[in-house]
């Protein structure tokens, strides 16, 4: 079929030149493919002390390195194969990337995720069975629905995630309590449904009965570059000034949307906001002025440029009395992985000091990263509504 | 706070050295962002002569090129940036790589898609107004579901995307004809919901009343890897296997849960499939075997290894009796792009010369690739249920 058969051809050759120089080193003993490989593909892998292998074909490459929660040189092979290994690596899903002669690239051999510099690799060290609750399970399984809708403030066209429990469509008389999810920098709307899996922690808790059926709107916070002030631009100003479009977005456009495409209770007491990193600063700039819409708060790991001496006067005193607050918000939850440091632990210490109850959470092991907030959402979610 | 503020100035220096550079370069004159940039990302960009431009950051490499429907050599700046152009390209969406000394690697400021040889960078030549049946526009909107399921198959939890036209939720009643639609080789389930618009192509087109309100399910093929025989294996045999789990998975497995998750019309009448190149080699191998299941088929720049003289026999001789055939198959649609060559337009020929009733369409001026698939799913659907 001349041309068309010449495209198959043409894949076919990528796939004998892919292949072929794959079986020169055999797979390394006692090791797994990752979850996060391609359709079979043999690489990433990783092993039972919890390393990740890499392998990258490079024939002319003078350097490659791999950028996997540190810097690994990789070794190259006569065949133009180059092959890395990490140190240990705690449990849960980490990014990476390959450094092709100072070149900042993904692997062929995985699939690809918002996060890290833009789009980012990624190798997901398995856990045992305490990781059950990010699996999928037989149990009923809820959905994951990319929606459409009109930004009045940013006059675009815009996407947003929706997860949907089980049973939503069996009644048209049931209305459900709606939680916002937001990602961290560098990454969209998709970060929570990919490497967050939101929907299966959703389904196994709900199942189980520790968390209401509800529905969880994710976003793009508008932050999905590294923050960077322009040249002369103050800092401050610039950091105010990275993803506030998105408080704006979701007031006026996002929350009227979901609460007329779906059955949402559109009341304060039913809606909940949470976000990781630079969505939980976005949450708290969110929320702290709309308390009127808002009766429930999480931060994972969040970016909280508060300090304790400052609450009685910041985001114009709606911390000044800790009654009133606690009163208004049922749930306000400061999570943070155990390696990151113990500011967000002294900021949860100001708050309880000043009377400001508020729930913190440390996940063991875990540093800046997507397990830290897999276990964040499953501490939080059974706390609301 | 430590540890994480040190992460939050990590992300922040890497955005200095991702943006500081950037600034070396002035942006090519008359040129625009293409719309599979990632946020805030200056490249790839493209110009009124429908070329594409391109940068990569690779200080220490000898050597970049650029493929993008040709391989292109790109020239480094004392900075480190390299900088490409293509020559003008038709319209529409385009995948492309880098190779840096050798390495075949996405472009950190694209948007990643399936396809190619894994995860590929893609630039988007605009269309003028043609181009806006798969454009979102001020019409109701449908959704496009992540859903998960069980495969009794291949005894793993697996996931498909399914479009659900505009007003599905809105009454509990009504059912739906469904359409499956099924991707290419090194592509998976997300390769029509993201390169292929399919949800506003069909939110357009039921908008206009140019098809019928109907559920889209796409799945994966299990062929999302350049086809290869194994070391002395019969190519032949290899090309049968290659994705050959995938119509017994449908057949098994997904039809039957479509149809208890979905509100559908499960017969034959209102039940169709497609897909695209090797997804139309998997449509045949679906649907001639289960006409009991499908009344309407679809190939869109199919790899159909048939030969006009075999139609007496092949298949179990489905097409040996044309009038049979004519009666039981409503649509047997055929698509292909003007320079994919002839192969297709003759074996249509073939088919109509032995009585068999089909529907022959050339994209005009496009290869085989997203632009062509996009146009034979606008000129297939209407002609469904």
Redesign the interface.
């Known amino acids: 079929?001349?041309?068309?058969?010449?495209?198959?051809s043409l894949?076919?050759a990528?796939?004998?030149c892919?292949?072929a120089a794959a079986?020169e080193r055999p797979l390394p003993e006692g090791t797994t493919v990752s979850e996060t490989a391609?359709?079979?593909?043999e690489y990433p892998r990783v092993d039972a002390q919890r390393r990740a292998y890499f392998r990258?074909?490079?024939?002319?490459?003078?350097?490659?390195k791999v950028d996997c929660r540190a810097v690994y040189a990789m070794e190259k092979d006569p065949d133009?194969w180059w092959y890395g290994r990490t140190e240990p690596l705690s449990v849960g899903f980490h990014f990476y990337n390959?450094l092709?002669?100072?070149?900042?690239?993904?692997d062929?051999?995985?699939?690809?995720y918002c996060g890290s510099?833009?789009?980012s690799s990624a190798v997901e060290i398995p856990e045992g069975p305490e990781g059950d609750y990010y699996r999928?399970q037989?149990v009923p399984?809820g959905?994951?629905?990319?929606?459409?809708?009109?930004s009045s403030f940013s006059g675009e066209?815009r996407r947003c995630m929706v997860y949907t429990p089980a049973g939503y469509?069996n009644s048209?008389t049931r209305r459900y309590p709606v939680l916002y999810l937001q990602h961290g920098?560098?990454e969209?709307e998709t970060g929570w449904?990919r490497q967050g899996k939101v929907?299966?922690i959703m389904?196994n808790l709900i199942a189980e009965g520790k968390c209401k059926p509800m529905i969880v709107v994710m976003d793009?916070g508008?932050?999905?570059?590294?923050?960077?002030p322009k040249k002369g631009e103050d800092p401050g100003k610039a950091r105010e000034a990275f993803g506030a479009s998105f408080p704006k977005i979701l007031i006026q456009d996002i929350i009227p949307f979901i609460d007329r495409e779906f059955r949402t209770i559109p009341d304060r007491e039913n809606r909940a906001m949470a976000g990781l990193?630079w969505g939980g600063h976005q949450t708290l700039e969110t929320t702290l002025p709309n308390l009127d819409k808002f009766a429930w708060i999480g931060t994972f790991?969040g970016?909280l440029f508060l300090r304790g001496n400052e609450l009685p006067t910041i985001h114009d005193g709606v911390f000044a009395n800790p009654a009133a607050f606690n009163r208004r918000v049922h749930a306000f939850f400061i999570g943070?992985g155990s390696?990151?440091?113990?500011?967000?632990k002294r900021l949860s210490e100001s708050f309880t000091a000043y009377g400001i109850r508020n729930q913190y959470y440390v996940s063991p092991g875990t540093?800046?990263e997507w397990l830290t907030w897999r276990r964040c959402l499953k501490e939080f979610v059974p706390s609301l509504f």
Chains 1, 2 share one sequence.
């Open positions: 079929m001349g041309t068309f058969h010449k495209t198959l894949l076919l990528g796939g004998l892919l292949g079986q391609l359709f079979q593909r990258l074909y490079a024939p002319q490459a003078t350097e490659v133009g390959f092709v002669d100072g070149a900042t690239v993904t062929p051999d995985s699939d690809t510099y833009g789009r999928p037989n399984h959905q994951v629905r990319s929606v459409v809708y009109h066209y469509e048209l920098m560098c969209d449904a929907n299966h389904d793009s508008d932050c999905g570059i590294p923050f960077r990193s790991s970016a943070v390696e990151e440091g113990d500011g967000l540093a800046h």
